[in-house]
């Protein structure tokens, strides 16, 4: 009898504990995705736009578009599918007046989620965040 009412007691306990090792599992998993999608957008940064855009982010007069303080980049859509893209011609970035072309990007989603986020978070730009899913969807529609 005593026995029976020490297991009934013991049961919420074993319950919490084989319930926080599910929990573990799944926190475990997310991290495996998480890892797969971590990629220095700062590295694809230099490895992709730098030529163009600049260290800085400045751009080149006239010629290269700046990625700082860049007022085109309120249009979220727009960006990523400028990286997914590329354009050519007339293109007005904070007010001036560029005519020339960006080639479209060879990169995954993942990959332009890592440079854009990166991009939205330096050269003095507000922040934000672009996520893989989103340039999917953008992908999506092309
Ligand atoms: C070969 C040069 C070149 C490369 C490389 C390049 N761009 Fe561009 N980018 C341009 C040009 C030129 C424009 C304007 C295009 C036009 O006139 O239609 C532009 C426009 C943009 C714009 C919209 C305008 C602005 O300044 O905000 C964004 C955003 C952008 N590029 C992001 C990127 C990112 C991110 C990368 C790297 C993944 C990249 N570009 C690589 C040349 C380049």
Known sequence: ????????AALPFVLFVS????ANH???QEKTDESAAQVSGEDI?????????MGGGDG??????????????????????QVLAGSSGEIIVNGKKYNN????????????????TYV????GN???TVTAEEVKAVRAKQ
């Not at 009898?1 to 009934?8: G, V």
């Not at 319930?19 to 599910?22: D, I, L, V």
């Not at 940064?45 to 855009?53: A, E, P, T």
């Open 126 to 128: 507000k922040g934000g």
């Open 45 to 53: 940064y230099k490895r992709k736009c730098v030529s163009c855009h």
């Open 19 to 22: 319930s926080c090792g599910e």
């Open 26 to 28: 799944e926190e475990s």
């Open 120 to 123: 939205y978070n330096n050269m």
């Open 101 to 116: 072309t960006m080639p479209p990007q060879q990169l995954n989603d993942n990959e332009v989620a890592a440079v854009l």
């Open 1 to 8: 009898m005593r026995l029976a009412k020490l297991l009934f």
């Open 60 to 81: 080149i007069a006239n010629v290269y578009p700046p990625l700082a303080g860049s007022d085109y980049l309120a249009n979220k859509e727009g960006t990523i599918l």
